[in-house]
C-alpha cells in the first residue's frame, strides 16, 4: 500500500458485502438469522482482476471487469426481499463486488491488477461490525452453506 499511502485492510477483515444491514435492534437479529438460513443459492465463482478506488470514500479496492455472477445477484436480492417482507429496514444500495485492501488513500488508483484472483464461493456469513479505537472488527454470527453447483 505504499504507493497508494492508504492504510491496509486487517487481513481478518477482508470480505465481499453481499447486503449491507446496518443497526439492527436486538428483536430483529433472530429475524435476521432465521432469513440467513432460509436462503439457497447455488455456489459461485468471482473473479477479481483490478484495482479500483471507490469514491467518495476513497478507498483501494481489488475488483472484478467481469459481469457479476447470477448467483450472487441472486443471493442479494433474496435477502433484501426476505429482510424487508420481515420489516428489517435496509438502506437502497448496489450491489458493486469488490474486496477492500486499504482506507484513506492519498490519490486514486484504477488499473489492472497483477494477476486475476478467483474465489469458489461456497458459503455467506452474517457479520457483526464493532467499531473500536484500532478500526472495525468484525465477529460472525451467522454461517450458511452455498447449495452445490450442478451441470
Known amino acids: 500500500m505504499h504507493e497508494s499511502r492508504g492504510r491496509p485492510t486487517s487481513a481478518r477483515n477482508l470480505h465481499l458485502t453481499v447486503l449491507f444491514v446496518g443497526e439492527v435492534a436486538d428483536e430483529q437479529v433472530p429475524l435476521v438469522l432465521a432469513t440467513g438460513a432460509e436462503t439457497t443459492v447455488p455456489s459461485f465463482e468471482l473473479v477479481f482482476d483490478e ?23 441472486e443471493l442479494a436480492e433474496g435477502l433484501r426481499f426476505s429482510l424487508l417482507a420481515r420489516e428489517v429496514k435496509l438502506k437502497r444500495q448496489v450491489l458493486r463486488p469488490h474486496v ?31 467499531l473500536t479505537a484500532g478500526g472495525s472488527q468484525y ?12 451441470g
Open 139 to 150: 465477529e460472525v454470527i451467522g454461517r450458511w452453506p452455498l447449495a452445490p453447483r450442478t
Open 51 to 73: 484495482f479500483e478506488t471507490l469514491s467518495p470514500s476513497n478507498v483501494l479496492c481489488l475488483a472484478s471487469s467481469r459481469k457479476t455472477p447470477p448467483e450472487l445477484l
Open 100 to 130: 477492500t485492501l486499504a482506507r484513506k488513500l492519498a490519490r486514486r488508483i484504477s488499473r489492472p491488477a497483477p494477476a486475476s484472483y478467483g474465489w469458489q464461493v461456497a458459503e455467506f456469513v452474517l457479520v457483526e461490525s464493532t
